[in-house]
């Protein structure tokens, strides 16, 4: 346990940004699954209004660190083509 009071600060600081962060990565999980479920249903203009939305949270994400820049791009490369892919051979 912490005994300095700078130690038991960040303590409480700790247990904010991790409960803050797991919300954000639960969010984030959840957009992807939306999208991807969406494009399996064939809701292509569905899935390209959530987009948007999804690029924004990867975005933030990657900005306060959750997440490296690269991952973030990585993903949002991939599932703007899983939804164009999907748009063009339907």
Same mark, same amino acid.
């Given at each position: ?24 990565? %639960?969010?984030? #999980?959840? *957009?992807? $699954? ?7 249903? @064939?809701?292509?203009?569905?899935? !390209? &209004?959530?987009?948007? %939305?999804?690029? #924004?949270? *990867?975005? $933030? ?7 490296? @820049?690269?991952?973030?791009?990585? !993903? &949002? ?9 999907? $748009?063009?051979?339907?």
């Amino acid at each position: 346990m912490a005994i300095t009071k700078s130690a038991k600060k960040a303590l409480r600081q700790n247990i904010k940004r991790r409960k803050i962060n797991i919300q954000r990565k %639960k969010n984030l #999980k959840s *957009l992807i $699954k939306e999208v991807r479920s969406l494009v399996l249903q @064939k809701k292509i203009e569905e899935a !390209k &209004k959530l987009l948007p %939305k999804l690029y #924004k949270a *990867l975005d $933030k994400a990657a900005k306060v660190g959750l997440i490296k @820049k690269n991952t973030a791009s990585r !993903k &949002k490369s991939r599932l703007t083509k899983l939804v164009l892919k999907t $748009k063009t051979t339907k």
